[in-house]
């Protein structure tokens, strides 16, 4: 059984920077693509980025490209996003969870998220 810790949450003034983690216990991170999802008040959980098992391909949604920056270290069974020029439209629960490249498919029990707040 695969446990998704995300953490790295807060609240940030807009333009500013977070950068979530994503720590895996009970099975390695390795054979998977692994995703980064949010979901805003009200709204659905959208799919932010995705990154392929070993690294070298990431995607993202449009409304984050050029900001957000998905990466992971199969050495520790982690997985990062790099949040760049927060907007207030940023603010969600961020979620992380593994997944099928290229991320239309995705494996397991959701985490307990971590809140990411913008203000403006």
């Known amino acids: 059984q695969v446990q998704l810790v995300e953490s790295g949450g807060g609240l940030v003034q807009a333009g500013g920077s977070l950068r979530l983690s994503c720590a895996a216990s009970?099975?390695?991170?390795?054979?998977?693509?692994m995703s980064w999802y949010r979901q805003a008040p009200g709204k659905e959980r959208e799919l932010v980025a995705v990154?392929?098992?070993?690294?070298?391909?990431?995607n993202y949604a449009d409304s984050v490209k050029g900001r957000f920056t998905i990466s992971r270290d199969n050495a520790k069974n982690t997985v990062y996003l790099q949040m760049n020029s927060l907007k207030p439209e940023d603010t969600a629960v961020y979620y992380c969870s593994r997944s099928r490249w290229p991320g239309t498919i995705r494996f397991g029990s959701w985490g307990q998220g971590t809140q990411v707040t913008v203000s403006s």
């Open positions: 009970g099975r390695t991170l390795s054979n998977y693509a």
């Open positions: 990154i392929s098992t070993g690294g070298g391909s990431t």
